[in-house]
């Protein structure tokens, strides 16, 4: 009985601590964002810190995107033709393609692959940067972090984002329109009527709200992990795990409830 009661007692313990660690992550991504909102309204952000990360996190960011978002696209023709061949409904591959790419299946898997790439290296340089006690030199010359460091990156996340993304979503249908010919016999031009004729502009306004959306909260989350690195190289590499799979937890809650609301 007592053996009992110590197991029960011990796992009451663990889902507190589990409880509190969470609060404790989710209060500081919001101060967090606070900190960051506040220096944006002040127009604190540093420009040249705002270039450089709108390249390395958005121009760089062009091949994977496009290739991901190509095949994004001909999963779709893939997975609607199995309906499309059995009710011989050729004229709503476009609109089934578009709709699922524009509204769904493009921002969430362009925002999961921004933050492998983007995300966990934002946290990986933050990290390395308190480390190596960088933030400390900036505090020590009266530089704040947040409008140097952290607000710069979480507009060039936003911005980045949202260019990925119509870039992505017209190469997926760039990439349902070939391989619905290849491997339905659909004419580009009969995939293109399907798609202009359904789809609405509001399809589209849905994806790139909630992509952006998706690259601020990935923004946060590896921000903040990686400014709350403890324990040298060792506390770099869970940061990074964290802030990765921290982010794709919250995309999935975030697309959840956006639904809801844009529907």
């Given at each position: 009985?007592?053996r009992?009661?110590a197991?029960?007692?011990?796992?009451?313990?663990?889902i507190?601590?589990?409880i509190?660690d969470?609060?404790?992550?989710?209060g500081?991504?919001?101060l967090l964002?606070?900190y960051?909102g506040?220096?944006?309204?002040?127009?604190?952000?540093?420009g040249?810190?705002?270039l450089r990360?709108l390249?390395k996190?958005?121009?760089?960011?062009v091949?994977?995107v496009?290739l991901?978002?190509f095949?994004t696209?001909?999963?779709?023709?893939?997975q609607?033709?199995?309906f499309?061949?059995?009710?011989?409904?050729y004229?709503?591959?476009?609109?089934?393609?578009g709709?699922a790419v524009?509204?769904e299946v493009?921002p969430?898997?362009?925002?999961?692959?921004?933050?492998?790439?983007?995300g966990?290296?934002?946290?990986?340089?933050l990290?390395?940067?308190?480390?190596?006690?960088?933030?400390?030199g900036?505090r020590?010359?009266a530089?704040?972090?947040?409008p140097?460091?952290?607000?710069p990156r979480?507009?060039?996340?936003?911005?980045?984002m949202?260019?990925?993304l119509?870039l992505?979503?017209?190469i997926?249908?760039?990439?349902?329109?070939?391989?619905g010919?290849?491997?339905?016999g659909?004419?580009?031009a009969?995939?293109?009527?399907s798609?202009?004729?359904n789809?609405k502009?509001?399809?589209?306004?849905?994806?790139l709200?909630?992509g952006?959306?998706?690259?601020?909260?990935?923004?946060?989350?590896?921000?903040?992990y990686?400014l709350?690195v403890?324990g040298?190289?060792?506390?770099v590499g869970?940061?990074?795990?964290?802030?990765?799979?921290a982010?794709?937890l919250?995309?999935m809650?975030?697309?959840?409830?956006l639904t809801?609301?844009?529907?």
């Open positions: 009985m007592r009992v009661f197991v029960l007692l011990d796992l009451i313990r663990g507190g601590a589990w509190v969470l609060c404790r992550q989710l500081g991504m919001v964002g606070l960051v506040w220096a944006l309204l002040r127009g604190r952000c540093d040249r810190e705002l990360n390249y996190m958005g121009v760089v960011s091949p994977i496009a991901t978002a095949f696209g001909g999963i779709m023709v893939i609607s033709g199995i499309v061949r059995r009710f011989s409904a004229g709503l591959l476009g609109w089934g393609a709709y524009f509204r493009g969430i898997l362009i925002g999961l692959m921004f933050s492998g790439r983007v966990a290296n934002n946290a990986a340089e990290g390395t940067m308190v480390v190596t006690e960088q933030i400390d900036l020590a010359l530089i704040e972090p947040v140097f460091l952290i607000a979480v507009l060039a996340m936003m911005a980045a949202f260019c990925l119509v992505g979503d017209a997926a249908i760039g990439g349902g329109m070939i391989l010919k290849l491997l339905l659909v004419e580009p009969s995939f293109f009527a798609f202009a004729d789809v502009l509001w399809d589209l306004g849905c994806g709200v909630k952006v959306c998706f690259a601020f909260v990935i923004a946060l989350t590896s921000s903040h990686g709350s403890r040298g190289a060792v506390g869970r940061a990074v795990n964290d802030a990765v799979v982010a794709a919250v995309i809650i975030s697309d959840y409830l809801l609301v844009l529907r």
